[in-house]
């Protein structure tokens, strides 16, 4: 196991209750800013049900956040939050809105250009405001760690900053407040955290059997779960097991003391900053690509992939590898999310438009990957895989 240093301040309340919980984990005296997403709490009804949670204090409400969050967008917040003074966020969506809220936390404190926030990573975060994420949609585990992924539009630019300001001081996690979610943001949930899992398992070993079977245990539980979850919205079981396992899957827990890879991340950031992908769908069409080109990179961990997720022992070691392969991109399609980027009308020049933008956010000399063998040559390999 490699030596690992192991941080997370975040209160979990977890349940049916949760919600009624949360206010006495606020401050009596907060000054607090709701923020949401494009209107899915107005709906059905979730942000007035934190409304009544929260009565008697004094609120305030931001609404509008996009999917893939925007640095203009969120500017406006931070206005706000220096208007009014506010002492204390919480986010009540997506991964976007949560996200968001991060960026709003870590902006009005900074000194200097809040764009700067993301082109240092975050590195420069001296303090952020206090924030409760209310996670509506199991996928990203923002609400338990102190990534936010950002884009500014005007650069088609999606930047990811980390900072241990950000870490949410509460998550707030109700699975009841996911049942009314549509089909394919479920679908993108599972995939998310699926893949999640898989950029920290995927390496090669070090030895790590306690984070082996963490994230082997997490992935069977989101394939036990993926199709009852699907045809049955508000199976209470069903939905508590994929948050928890959500959360759990970006944390840090499994991750500590083992290599991550990310590429399929990264890549796939770019894929939504140009052409709009939902993120879940970028890393559907990547990740099975990238795991392809480096086969013999990950031979080791991709066989015990093969036998301990997909039962798979028999056949030689490269035909237990492919068909856990073509396993993976089974599933992805069985949850209706597509594996090549022509079944979204892109095609060569796409590639090349991505290439692009990869140096622009990573240099001209990127290394990425957990052995840093993701140039920007085999970046290329990957996307002509993925076409
Ligand atoms: O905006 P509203 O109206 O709320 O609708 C949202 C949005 O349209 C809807 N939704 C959410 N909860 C709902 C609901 N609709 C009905 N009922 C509910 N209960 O779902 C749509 C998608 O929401 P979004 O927040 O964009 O999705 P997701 O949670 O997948 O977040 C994606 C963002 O997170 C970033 C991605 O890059 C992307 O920007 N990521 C953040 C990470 C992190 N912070 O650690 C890691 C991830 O790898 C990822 O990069
Ligand atoms: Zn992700």
Not at 163 to 182: I, K, R
Not at 211 to 217: C, I, K, L, T, V
Not at 233 to 257: C, F, K, Q, V
Not at 281 to 307: D, F, G, N, W
């Amino acid at each position: 196991m490699m030596d690992f240093s192991f941080f997370n301040p975040t209160r979990v309340l977890f349940g049916r209750t949760a919600l009624s919980q949360m206010a006495t984990f606020v401050p009596k005296d907060a000054r607090i800013l709701v923020l949401y997403g494009s209107g899915s709490v107005v709906r059905n009804g979730t942000l007035k049900r934190i409304q009544t949670v929260l009565d008697g204090y004094d609120v305030h409400e931001f609404g509008g956040i996009e999917p893939n969050p925007s640095f203009e967008k969120l500017m406006g917040a931070v206005k706000l939050v220096r208007k009014k003074n506010i002492s204390f966020l919480v986010a009540v969506g997506g991964g976007s809105v949560i996200d968001g809220a991060k960026f709003v936390a870590a902006a009005a404190h900074y000194d200097g250009d809040p764009w700067e926030i993301l082109q240092t990573r975050g590195n420069r975060i001296q303090s952020a405001l206090p924030l409760a994420a209310i996670p509506t949609l199991p996928a990203t585990g923002s609400e338990m760690n102190g990534t936010s992924v950002i884009t500014r539009t005007e650069l088609s630019a999606k930047r990811v900053f980390k900072s241990e300001h950000v870490f949410p001081v509460l998550a707030v996690l109700d699975p009841t407040l996911t049942f009314t979610l549509p089909p394919r943001q479920v679908a993108n949930g599972i995939v998310d955290a699926f893949v999640h899992v898989l950029e920290q398992y995927l390496t090669y070993p070090v030895d790590g059997p306690v984070q082996d079977r963490f994230a082997e245990g997490l992935l069977r539980v989101l394939l036990d779960i993926a199709d009852v979850t699907l045809a049955e919205p508000e199976n209470y079981e069903a939905r508590a097991s994929l948050m928890w396992a959500a959360t759990l899957a970006l944390n840090g827990l499994i991750g500590a003391g083992v290599p991550q890879d990310w590429s399929s991340h990264l890549i796939g950031h770019e894929l939504t900053a140009l052409y709009g992908l939902d993120h879940a769908r970028t890393l559907a069409v990547i990740l099975p690509a990238m795991l392809s080109v480096r086969k013999s990179e990950k031979h080791a961990k991709l066989l015990q992939y093969a036998e301990r997720i997909w039962n798979i022992h028999t056949g030689s070691e490269n035909e237990r590898i492919d068909t856990a392969l073509d396993n993976t991109r089974a599933f992805f399609h069985r949850l209706g999310l597509e594996t090549s980027l022509s079944n979204y009308g892109l095609d060569e020049s796409a590639v090349e438009a991505l290439l692009a933008s990869l140096r622009e956010t990573h240099g001209n000399d990127y290394a990425l990957g957990e052995n840093r063998t993701v140039s920007p040559e085999l970046a290329r390999a990957v996307l002509e895989a993925s076409l």
